[in-house]
Structure formats: C-alpha cells, structure tokens
C-alpha cells in the first residue's frame, strides 16, 4: 500500500493551492478516501472525507466552503483544492485511506505528508 501526497507549499493569505495523493497497492476506488491534517504542536485534524463514488463528501466545519476533495478513480488519486487559505491552515497534510471515523487514528493508513504554510 503506498500513499503519495504532492502539491503543497507556501502561499500567501487568500491564495490557493490543490494537493493531490496518488494510491497504489489496494483497491482504490473501493476505498473511502479523507485528508487529514497536523499542525506543529497539535494532533491530527480531520479534514475532509470522500465516500467511493464520490457523490458523497464530508468536510469539517473550519474549511467548508473554502475546500473541495475530489477524487479520480480510474487515475487512483484523491485531490484536495483548498481556496481562500488562511494562515491556520497551515500543517502537514496527510491522505488517508478508510473510513472517515478512523481518518484520524491509525497513521499506519497515511502517506507521507505535504506542508502547506499560509504567511504573508
């Protein structure tokens, strides 16, 4: 099973990114897919969470309306857009795979991360 997530940098607030998590090793488009955040010093956030038709999303209350997750099965990648980006926005963000109430509780099913920093 291999996570891989890319896209993340540096922007100023209000700007955009688009992250995106390229999955091998297991049945992607069987599989409930979230992203999961940690900023330094705190414990993972939930972000958002895609069901596997992706009809179906979840999205915390701190990046709803701001962020859309979206997903391509036949390419085996989850995207996360992330639009009017603040700077408590920033953490490493994290691809997991599974159901959304274990998104936060077994790193086991994330990848390796990709920081986002918001700062003017």
């Known amino acids: 099973v291999q996570l891989v997530e890319s896209g993340g940098g540096m922007v100023q607030p209000g700007g955009s990114l688009r992250l995106s998590c390229a999955a091998s090793?297991?049945?992607?488009?069987?599989?409930?897919m979230n992203w999961v955040r940690q900023a330094p010093g705190k414990g993972p956030e939930w972000v958002s969470s895609i069901y596997t038709g992706g009809d179906t999303t979840a999205y915390a209350d701190s990046v709803k309306g701001r962020f859309t997750i979206s997903r391509d099965n036949a390419k085996n990648t989850l995207y996360l857009q992330m639009n009017s980006l603040k700077p408590e926005d920033t953490a490493l963000y994290y691809c997991a795979r599974g159901p959304q109430w274990a998104a936060t509780k077994f790193r086991g099913n994330w990848g390796q991360g990709t920081q986002v920093t918001v700062s003017s």
């Open positions: 090793g297991f049945t992607f488009s069987n599989t409930d």
